[in-house]
């Protein structure tokens, strides 16, 4: 090992570093000026000298000796191999091989066989010396069941097809990123520093995604490619060695026109709203769509109007928005480029399907023109609406919004459509007016939002 590493670090790989960096026998120059001094007495007579011999002992290999089990050899080479074969193979290689018990032996290992220290290299050599092609072919035999699978969970397979239906191209990126990429998206945290990179522009662990898809939509963009659609599937590493958290994530980069060049599509181009349905369409793929909320966030690499938090039950698990703008200069990116990243168990984690009948009554529905303060978000009112709408409310829409002439500069107007529908009976006026007052009385309470005149 030692002399491996000075002929990398000089450069110096000669005939003898190629020679010594494969191991030495540490007793064959004794062996050799005994034969050397048996010679010269041989021929020109005379008597020997002394021995001086200076030795570490610390730095010399030590040799124990490797037990070899009749059962693993039956294991790792299929066949049973006699006890008085399995000695003399093994004794023509200068092994010292006895009898240690039943079915086992006590291997002495010489010092010039430095390359066999375990039991499975005692197997190789019985294995090469008996012959490969006498080895039985066996084929490996295992009780196979069909395992169930769980349908409150969606496969990453399945998410793949999904983001690839809408669009997207699966991309590939490395696990290492620039130091000074890292810090564009991540100021202030430090990266996990690797001892021995690639290249310097490869030394950190990523702690997100997006490095390598933005680095992966330059190369597209600088290559004519106007509309980039990418995702990628992968681990993130977050902190340091002594308390490391390896987390498998799904991210993706869009920019570029809302849909592929034709003569039946306009040249709109992508904002935040449509990867949001993107987001949207891969949270609910599972049936859990209802469990997670994006709520107005902030991120050092996304722009700070147009990001979102994703929440389930309190608990972050991505991002959505618009790369910040700064960073946007300071990466030579000339258009909008919108990003999302979400933990992987989180979103593959759903609810099972149940069944619930169709109801053969009419539906009853209501369209509301509610005004209410213009930082009030519609998430808020629309679960002011659900609390108090019943249990018969089937559809909750949000289909307007609106602020402008005849609305208070500072207040906004939001139009939902609400539908019900009784299982067994027609509801009537009645029923549903009451519930609407009752949904207007506490959005005014709690909101401050009131009926459109």
């Known amino acids: 090992i030692a002399v491996a590493g000075k002929a990398r670090s000089y ?159 699966e991309a590939i990126t490395y696990s290492f990123i620039d130091p000074k990429q890292f810090e564009l998206f991540h100021p202030g945290v430090e990266p996990l520093l690797l001892a021995n990179p690639i290249s310097n522009d490869m030394a950190a662990m990523r702690s997100s995604l997006w490095p390598g898809l933005v680095k992966a939509l330059q190369h597209n963009l600088n290559r004519q490619q106007d509309r980039v659609r990418l995702f990628e599937s992968g681990l993130r590493f977050v902190g340091q060695l002594d308390g490391l958290k390896q987390e498998p994530m799904l991210a993706g980069v869009v920019c570029g026109s809302r849909l592929p060049e034709g003569w039946a599509q306009g040249r709109d181009v992508v904002d935040f709203f449509d990867v949001k349905a993107d987001v949207e369409a891969v949270l609910g793929f599972a049936g859990a769509l209802d469990s997670f909320t994006f709520v107005p966030g ?66 009853v529905r209501r369209d509301l023109a509610l005004i209410a303060s213009k930082d009030v978000a519609a998430s808020a009112v629309l679960d002011v609406i659900r609390e108090n709408a019943g249990e018969w409310l089937t559809d909750l829409r949000l289909f307007d919004v609106y602020q402008g002439k005849g609305i208070d500069p500072d207040r906004k107007s939001l139009a939902v459509g609400l539908t019900w529908q009784h299982p067994s009976r027609t509801l009537n006026d009645d029923e549903v007016n009451t519930t609407t007052q009752n949904i207007l009385t506490s959005l005014e309470q709690r909101l401050n939002a009131t009926l459109r005149k």
């Not at 066989?113 to 072919?137: Q, T």
């Not at 991505?318 to 992987?344: M, Q, W």
């Not at 989180?346 to 069944?355: H, N, S």
């Open 298 to 363: 902030k991120h050092p690499a996304l722009h700070p109007g147009q990001t979102a938090r994703i929440e389930r039950e309190g608990r972050l698990v991505g991002f959505v928005g618009a790369i910040h703008p700064e960073l946007s200069k300071t990466l030579g990116l000339d258009r909008p480029v919108f990003v999302f990243e979400l933990v992987l168990a989180e979103v593959a984690l759903g609810k099972m399907p149940k069944f619930q009948e169709l109801s053969r009554f009419p539906e």
């Open 11 to 169: 450069g110096l790989h000669t005939d003898a570093s190629h020679r010594y960096e494969r191991g030495v026998d540490w007793q064959l120059a004794r062996e050799a000026m005994e034969r050397a001094t048996g010679l010269l007495l041989e021929i020109t007579g005379g008597e020997a000298g002394p021995i001086i011999e200076t030795v570490s002992e610390q730095h010399l290999p030590s040799i124990a000796p490797v037990t070899l089990r009749a059962q693993r050899i039956t294991q790792m080479l299929g066949m049973e191999m006699d006890s008085a074969e399995v000695e003399q193979l093994l004794s023509g290689l200068g092994l010292k091989i006895s009898a240690d018990g039943a079915g086992q032996w006590r291997v002495e290992v010489p010092s010039h066989r430095f390359d066999i220290s375990l039991e499975v290299d005692l197997i190789e050599e019985l294995a090469r010396l008996y012959g490969y092609n006498r080895l039985p072919v066996r084929y490996p035999q295992a009780r196979l069941a069909p395992q169930a699978k769980a349908e409150a969970r969606s496969d990453l397979p399945e998410l793949r097809r999904l983001l690839v239906a809408r669009g997207y191209q």
